[in-house]
Structures are given as structure tokens and as C-alpha cells.
């Protein structure tokens, strides 16, 4: 199923852990149409800009498979509203600068980036419609390994 012009619901869905697992990650209507809304107000635009594929590492996750990986089954995966994304060849830096000063989204974390290292970590970025916070973070581990979210 097409969600935007460069966009197709298995790219959003797929999750080898959930394939490993025998989980289902399967969304219901409400959850794709809110991965509708991520592609065409998120997803699309950065396509656009780059001229690039958009790999998304992570896009929807079930509540089962959010608790698998660790996540909380409250997560904005689990409604369809984001997705953890990089593009090949793209500083990961350079794309959550892009996006902070060019959409208007939920929320925008930098996660794992070590500066100087373009293809560390990852961006993770969210769509909530009206109410979209604009709240921008960059996640990092503290010195006991702990998952730290910094304002950014």
C-alpha cells in the first residue's frame, strides 16, 4: 500500500525482530492513517529535499514488539506517528538539522550521533498533527550506560 509518493507501508512495518520472534506488527486502520500523515508532512519532504531513499530502520512497532525490543508500549511507534530514518551517504547531523529548521514536527531526536562520525546513530522523528511540540533532543548514553535525553 502506497502512503506517499516514495513511501510504501511494508517499509514502515517490516522489523526483523518481529520476524525472529513470530510477533505481528500489524496496524490497524488509525495506525496507517497516521503513517500517512508522517510520510506526507515528514517522510516525503526529506525525500524530496535529498533526492535520496530514505532507509527507516524503524517505523511502526505493535505494543508486543515495542516491549520486545525494550521500548515502552506507549512509544509514538506504536501509533504509527514516527520513525527512526538515515539516508546513505548523508551526515546524520546535516539530516536532524534539516529537519529542525525546515518541518514542522513532534519531536526530533539525534540519537547516538557522535560528532565527527557522520554515519553514527540514527534520527528519530515524529508527527502529531496540531499538536506537534517541536521539541528537539539529542539521546545519549551517561557514564553508567544509562540512556540520557538532552535538550539539543
Known amino acids: 500500500m502506497k502512503l506517499s509518493a516514495n513511501f510504501e507501508l ?16 500489524n496496524p490497524s486502520p488509525d495506525h496507517i492513517d497516521n503513517l ?12 524530496s529535499e535529498f ?23 506507549t512509544s509514538q511507534h506504536s501509533e504509527g506517528k514516527a520513525a527512526d530514518l538515515e539516508i546513505p551517504g548523508v551526515d546524520n ?7 529542525k529548521n525546515n518541518l514542522n514536527f513532534d519531536q526530533l531526536i539525534l540519537e547516538f550521533y557522535k560528532d565527527g562520525e557522520p554515519n553514527s546513530g540514527w534520527v528519530h522523528v515524529s508527527w502529531a498533527g496540531e499538536d506537534n511540540r517541536n521539541q528537539t533532543l539529542r539521546a545519549v548514553r ?6 540520557v535525553y538532552k535538550p539539543w
Open 10 to 25: 511494508f517499509e514502515l512495518t517490516k522489523s526483523q525482530v518481529a520476524d525472529r520472534k513470530g510477533i505481528p506488527n
Open 36 to 47: 500517512k500523515s508522517l510520510c506526507i508532512n515528514i517522510l516525503q519532504p526529506i525525500r
Open 51 to 73: 533526492d535520496r531513499p530514505v532507509i527507516i530502520s524503524s517505523g511502526f512497532r505493535s505494543a508486543e514488539l515495542c516491549i520486545a525490543i525494550g521500548s515502552k508500549p
Open 93 to 99: 547531523m546535516e539530516l536532524a538539522m534539516w529537519i
Open 142 to 147: 551517561d557514564d553508567n550506560d544509562k540512556v
